[in-house]
């Protein structure tokens, strides 16, 4: 598959928490931040010894999960430590298909509570 290509608002920070499989099998994200979804929280938190330099308090992210629901989930738990966090509706599939995100704000559902502990469990 070929890189999508996408556009994010002003001043956001695209960030690609598919696992490196997914983006082999589905194409990259030029431009954006490759991470690892269980790593996230190290390093988009501010003050963290392993945040990005680009991870101060006026960073704007955006992640993008395959589908969508990750990525909102992770973006709810950034939100919730003070990180401005938001995630695009529908995923890199959405992209793919040339539908035109939205920046997600949804919260996590149940099938997701196993990302969530990976990433509660990177907080402390």
């Known amino acids: 598959m070929h890189p999508v290509h996408f556009t994010?608002?002003?001043?956001q920070i695209v960030?690609?928490?598919r696992d490196q499989s997914?983006?082999?099998r589905d194409g990259i994200l030029p431009g954006a931040v490759a991470l690892d979804a269980a790593a996230v929280a190290a390093r988009l938190v501010p003050g963290?010894?392993?945040s990005l330099a680009a991870a101060g308090p006026?960073?704007?992210w955006l992640l993008v999960s395959g589908n969508g629901a990750t990525a909102a989930?992770?973006?709810t738990r950034l939100r919730d430590r003070?990180?401005?966090?938001?995630?695009?509706?529908?995923?890199f599939r959405a992209l793919a298909l040339g539908i035109a995100p939205g920046a997600?704000?949804?919260g996590a559902s149940e099938s997701y509570e196993r990302t969530l502990a990976q990433f509660a469990a990177h907080e402390a």
Not at 8 to 11: E, K, S, Y
Not at 82 to 91: E, Y
């Open 8 to 11: 994010p608002a002003a001043g």
């Open 15 to 17: 960030v690609d928490v």
């Open 22 to 24: 997914e983006r082999n």
């Open 48 to 50: 963290l010894p392993t």
């Open 58 to 60: 006026d960073a704007q």
């Open 73 to 75: 989930a992770i973006a």
């Open 82 to 91: 003070g990180v401005q966090a938001s995630s695009v509706d529908g995923g």
């Open 104 to 106: 997600g704000r949804a």
